[in-house]
């Protein structure tokens, strides 16, 4: 899976969470490719290792008190 602009969009909607547009970019940029390995192997991230890694990134812009699902 490769992140999109719509589809962080979507994630960032269905988490109520508002970031900084600095992050956003750096979020795409990271995840909105493909990955290399130290053997230098490229590969794809799962849908999964994208929404893990943006759970714990997000969290710091969560408001306090409020329950989160993500829906896919």
Avoid: W
Wanted: glycine share 6%; net charge negative.
């Amino acid at each position: 899976m490769i992140l999109t602009k719509k589809g962080l969009r979507k994630i960032l909607e269905n988490m109520r969470v508002s970031i900084p547009e600095t992050l956003e970019r750096e979020l795409l940029v990271q995840y909105g490719g493909y990955a290399a390995d130290d053997e230098g192997h490229i590969h794809e991230y799962t849908e999964q290792d994208i929404y893990e890694q943006l759970r714990k990134r997000l969290r710091v812009y969560e408001k306090s008190g409020s329950s989160s699902c993500i829906t896919f």
